[in-house]
């Protein structure tokens, strides 16, 4: 299904030479097709796959909503106040989203109107940081669904290293980010290393590590090096200011330097799967390990090394999120940065540049949803329905071509799916 | 018949490679319990368990036990089991699965008895909230084994528990009856299996990216519905009436066994009944024959005529369905009124215990047993102020699974094509 794709900036010199049709049946390759199969696609299949979510998501509020109901009791006398009442509902809703999210328009001063758009930048950090290690797993052939540990690791290390150590400025900030770094590292190396070992499947173990790792912290809260002195609230002290990722645009906002941190990252992975030696081999064993294996490739000691870096930046995404934005240690610190950051991974075609783009549009849906429910009661859950859809969608492009009836674009294309 | 059983036991023996892994794993755990809970513990004190409810038909008095040296005698037993596994090792010979199981339970008794250490608590009634909690665990596994053995991986227990919890509290609420709210459970999981069904079997999406993001879906749809109507209307919407206990005439006098197994609601003779229905199903009919070759090789399913997806369709949907009767527990079966997120990861827990169950339904049910014990044994303790921190106990069933599929209690193999979407050419 990569043939269908425009080329891509980053897909020169890569193994993954689309091929006309699939072979019957390619081993433990199929899933690495699968793969890629989800993480390309053509943009249009992107936009009205979002569009058909956003359709969705407004029945939804349109059918829960009371004056729409009580307008749908004498739909046959007046239809026109059934319509009026739906329409203004959802354009309600989703305006309400907009000003929440990117510029609010009902806002008195200047500062106040720009402060959505901040807002989304801030919530979008970690999410791109977290997805894009994500994402190298995925390209490397492997299920990191344990990113919510990993950030749930790397902030728990990183903020210890930031509240607990005495260190000069730049030094600090920089070792509490290594810290988050090597704690996630560690946390998906375990899953590396037992799937490289013993061949547990790393889906299962980097679930199970989720858990392990939400209650590890929860242990850590009620010791005294992590609590503040004098207090038994399972929140840790604040993190030091040398320690803190300084705020870009003063104080009114959040926005902090991790948004810069999470552009690096992004050029890093970028730099990493296209350009450097281990990205090629990530790729290679991605694609098709046998042939990985047959080229000389170490394949077993290449899971552990995907596991890591994918969970170093899983990590990062955790130490920037506690020195940047919440700068203290509680049980929720990773809210559910993990879980959505799959989301990400998948929304973004686990390209640097997409998940960039769409860690911005999960932010902003998750931002945006809040002001919608201040503004008009709809509840901010249909925001998580609105974002699994889009990613459903996406991964089916034969039902979104079915849908709005669309030309298939290659038959060969058809070949694999429908069959 | 004979022969070709001998040859079936000799040939591991001169081929197979020893494996130590068992007999060290059990000699460091025999060990730790004899140091830790033995050698260690004070003496003098006495552990109580109560072993009968105050409405049985014969009652006993709590028994009393010596805590250290029943601790100490406890640990003996299980480094002689061990001891037993290296002999058989060593002499190249099969460890049958029930050393492990029962150095398991001994284990499990040994750390009772110290841990309850100079207070006292009910077998029975620790028995009984392992059934219940366990209840879940063992819908969503069989509901899993369903989906897996046709060669589907589903990760969306979670959300199927989840939408089945809804749809019972609901159903059940507004037509004032728990058992039609019983049956509305299977219904609403359905949703659920038909869209994993549709992405992974007609649009042959990655499984496991399916099965994630078919839990967010859940959670968003069943919290959105949640805050915009139950909440408003808690009184005809959410306050269901729940599942009665019906004990079952003079089984459920049995001391001890009784209470447990026969004095429970309708939810758990269901589930005795799914455990028997789909092992006969899947194993001992043409169907489940049918089913286990789509999962393990659909090419040679399709060669001999076997529709594999349609297969697949069938086993994705019963499979939703049972995970969904499970669902009920949640609100009907349990605490009544739906809330959010109400499953907690117990849909996670569910898979494991398929994993650590070998893919088979007596096998889910016991692990979900296991986790179900392990789950009530932290409520247990965590009133009991026991010297455990509550957070280790609650790490448990994910480590155990982890210990499991790392291979460290014996190899864990899944139906091959588990993951893999067939496409016909």
Redesign the interface.
Known sequence: MSDQQPVPVDEAPTPRTPHKG?E??AGGS??AQ??R??TTGNFGVTVLAFVLALVIGGL?IIA?NKDVITAAGYIFAKPGDFFAAAWSTVSDAYAAMFRGAVFNYEATTAAKALKPITETMTVATPLIIAALGVAVGFRAGM?N?GAQGQVIMGAAIGGYVGFAWQLPPVLHLLLALLGGVLAGGVWAGIAGF?RA?????E???T???N??AL??V??LL?TSAFTRAGSNQPKSPGVKATAQLPLLLGDQFRLNAGFLVAILAAVFVWWLMTRSTWGFRFRAVGSNPHAARTAGMAVSSSFVLVMVVSGALTGLAGAVQILGTERALTGGIAGSIG?DA??VA?LGRSKPLGIFLAGLLYAGLNVGGRTMEGATG??I?????????V??FI??P??IRAIFRLPVPNPALV???S? | MTASTELVTKAPAVTAKRSWKLPITLAIFGVLSLILFGLLAPSGQTTRFGLSTSTDFVTFDPVALPSRATAIILSLASLLLAAYSFVRVRASQRVGRWVPALFGVIWVLTFLVWAVADKSTSLVSLLQGSLLLAVPLAFGALGGVLNERAGVVNIAIEGQLLTGAFGAAVVASMVGNAYVGLLAAPIAGLLIGVMLALFTVKYAVNQIIVGVVLNVFAVGLTSFLFSSVLKENAGTLNSPPRLAALPIPVLSEIPVIGPVLFRQSIIVYLLYVAVAVITVALFRTRWGLRVRAVGEYPQGADTVGINVNRTRWGNVLLGSMVAGLGGAFFTIGSVGAFGQEMTAGKGYIALAAMILGRWTPIGSLGAALLFGFADKLQQVLGVLETPIPNQFMLMLPYVVTIIAVAGLVGRVRGPAAAGEPYLKE
């Open positions: 699939h019957p049946d199929r899933t699968m793969l199969d989800v939804l829960v299920f669904i037992l070992r013993t061949g547990a499947h889906v299962i173990v679930i199970m590590l858990y392990v209650y590890l929860a242990f009620t879980f799959i989301t998948l709809t509840p859950n249909i925001v998580l329905v609105i974002q699994s859809l990613v459903l991964a089916a034969p039902l070949k694999g799916v069959a």
